[in-house]
């Protein structure tokens, strides 16, 4: 476990950072659906709108710590980790450059320039804005990398939320759901459980189809690459994971469940009617993963009091209008059909 001196959630009661401690609040419908007691960590809270507050809050205030003078951070992002680069810099007194996708919604660059960044649009993927951003880069002596999910500190915010989750329970919760992309928010939340003593709480990674690199990696046996991503849910759009997302993903607590675009869509419709907050559907996945009835047959030995922790990692690519059009889409497409759910086999435990 880390220490107190170093552990970020330590600090936050002594300082302000780019991050906050959120709400873990216990839910009536969810619980049902479940047929044990299910928490919301809610995520959606922080200060750029999603759990990318905590760990590209923890990275940029790493490096205003560690290089005094002007600083302009520069972040490749599709949506909320820009979003996030540029809340903590302004937060911490610097300035900020997304480079996104030019398939990014006019709705998620608008809220990056409210918030004081600077956007450019540039490529058909996060690959080519990420390339970019390196040229942008070799042009600034005062430019710092604003990685989105691939990197120590990243990870190390994000494990901040488990310290909370762990606080606020008494102990470790008896399985964790959350959604994954590149792998930032699941490693935050493995090392977390790590660093706790508690590494066989089982974590159900959940994807979407169209976006599973992690479950394309599991199922081969190897690191690939996914061709494209083509699922709605584009915060979940990395078409490789991180390395370290890869690894940590092998180890045998690990639950991976592909979701359909129309599950994750009704996952946000539900979450709003039950619980009146409104997520993308890169969220909304994990609550599907509940409301579909996958948490009692991939983790079976929950019983009625067991704890269950689901992120409700947030995300800002959404709106009232975009929520009503995926109850019109996809409301008589959102079946429980043939779901795909791997248990990662201990012969692959790392």
């Known amino acids: 476990m880390v220490t107190s001196d170093s552990n970020p959630s330590t600090q936050l009661r002594h300082k302000n950072l780019p991050w906050i401690r959120t709400p873990l609040l216990e839910s009536n419908a969810l619980s049902k659906a479940a047929g044990c007691r299910v928490f919301m960590k809610m995520d959606m809270f922080q200060p750029s709108g999603s759990f990318k507050s905590r760990g590209v809050g923890n990275l940029c205030l790493k490096a205003v710590q560690s290089r005094p003078g002007p600083i302009r951070f520069y972040s490749s992002s599709g949506g909320n980790a820009g979003l996030a680069a540029v809340t903590a810099a302004r937060m911490l007194g610097h300035e900020a450059t997304v480079v996104v996708p030019e398939t990014t919604t006019e709705l998620m660059k608008a809220k990056i320039r409210v918030a004081g960044g600077e956007v450019i649009s540039h490529g058909a993927s996060w690959k080519e804005a990420d390339d970019y951003i390196q040229g942008l880069l070799e042009m600034d002596d005062q430019g710092v990398y604003c990685a989105p999910f691939d990197h120590p500190d990243i990870w190390e915010g994000n494990a901040t ?98 979701l359909s675009d129309a599950q994750a869509a009704m996952g946000c419709c539900r979450l709003m009617d039950d619980e009146r907050v409104a997520v993308e559907a890169a969220c909304g996945v994990s609550a599907a993963a509940i409301y579909y009835g996958l948490l009692g047959k991939v983790v079976p030995n929950l019983q009625p009091d067991s704890k269950v922790v689901l992120v409700v990692c947030g995300g800002s690519n959404i709106s009232v209008d975009m929520l009503a059009a995926y109850r019109e889409m996809y409301g008589s497409k959102a079946i429980i059909g043939e779901v795909n759910s791997r248990d990662v086999p201990s012969s692959h435990t790392s």
């Open 161 to 258: 939320l488990i310290d909370e989750i762990i606080d606020d329970l008494g102990g470790s919760p008896d399985a964790i759901i959350a959604s994954v992309g590149g792998g930032g928010l699941f490693c935050g939340i493995q090392l977390g459980l790590m660093g706790h003593g508690s590494p066989d709480v089982p974590i159900l990674a959940v994807e979407t189809e169209g976006a599973a690199s992690l479950n394309a990696a599991l199922q081969a046996g190897y690191h690939v690459t996914l061709p494209a991503v083509t699922s709605i849910a584009t915060s979940l759009g990395a078409r490789r994971v991180a390395a370290k997302t890869y690894e940590l993903g092998q180890r045998p607590n690990v639950k991976s469940v592909v």
